[in-house]
């Protein structure tokens, strides 16, 4: 399996920025549909958005269309999340996955290998 670490969340002010960054490692990293989730207190984790294997294609939950932008790096085995225009909703611990799907996929159970997450809290 792969193993996928986290890291740049942080505390940031509502309109501030924030870019994840998650590091890859045990299997080829190009072969993975890569995809980010979010998980706020008392809220189901929910799909944020995903990133094909080359990265050409993209996916992302309506409420963040236009202020995050995912991509990747597959010489670095790393994955992205750039987050811009933040705002207290947005507050969650989020958390990288991994897929071999071949397709982008919203749905939890098609993602199989995931990191231990990192807090993003943005206050007003």
């Known amino acids: 399996q792969v193993q996928l670490v986290e890291s740049g969340g942080g505390l940031v002010q509502a309109g501030g920025s924030l870019r994840l960054s998650c590091a890859a490692s045990?299997?080829?990293?190009?072969?993975?549909?890569m995809g980010w989730f979010r998980q706020a207190p008392g809220k189901e984790r929910e799909f944020v958005a995903a990133?094909?294997?080359?990265?050409?294609?993209?996916y992302y939950l309506d409420s963040v269309k236009g202020r995050f932008t995912i991509s990747r790096d597959n010489a670095k085995n790393t994955v992205y999340l750039q987050m811009n225009s933040l705002k207290p909703e947005d507050t969650a611990v989020y958390y990288c996955?991994?897929?071999?799907?071949?397709?982008?996929?919203?749905?939890?159970?098609?993602?199989?290998?995931w990191g231990q997450g990192t807090q993003v809290t943005v206050y007003s």
């Open positions: 996955a991994a897929s071999n799907r071949g397709r982008l996929t919203p749905l939890r159970t098609e993602y199989k290998s």
């Open positions: 045990g299997r080829t990293f190009s072969s993975y549909v």
């Open positions: 990133i094909s294997w080359s990265g050409g294609s993209t």
